[in-house]
């Protein structure tokens, strides 16, 4: 339990820096900023509580929107995504 802690805080600390430091400076075409950030949430296992994949997305995507200054766009995006997360894995 307390391994997995450990391997998804890191996970998280390293996907926000990866993203905030490098990720939001390389940009396709022009247009183009590659979000690798979002991965974290997809990651989580199966049977993690939805209150905390919840509480998760919020916490990454305010930590996204400090490197950004972009005002809540990533937190409302990850909160709509951990919560329609719980929707798609029962359906399948």
Same mark, same amino acid.
């Given at each position: 339990m307390i391994g997995n802690v450990i391997k998804y805080g890191a996970s998280f600390i390293? !996907?926000?820096? +990866?993203? @905030? =430091? /490098? !990720?939001?400076?390389?940009? +396709?075409? @022009?247009? #183009? #900023?590659p979000f690798l950030y979002v991965f974290f949430i997809l990651s989580l296992p199966f049977e993690t509580p939805?209150? /905390?994949v919840?509480?998760? @997305? +919020? &916490? =990454?995507? #305010?930590? /996204?929107?400090? +490197?950004?200054?972009? =005002?809540g766009m990533h937190t409302s995006a990850t909160v709509f995504m951990a919560f329609?997360? &719980?929707? =798609?894995?029962?359906?399948?």
């Open positions: 390293l !996907l926000v820096l +990866f993203q @905030g =430091l /490098i !990720l939001n400076n390389v940009e +396709f075409g @022009g247009y #183009v #900023v939805n209150w /905390i919840l509480l998760l @997305g +919020f &916490a =990454l995507g #305010v930590a /996204i929107d400090s +490197f950004t200054s972009t =005002l329609c997360r &719980a929707y =798609l894995l029962k359906t399948s």
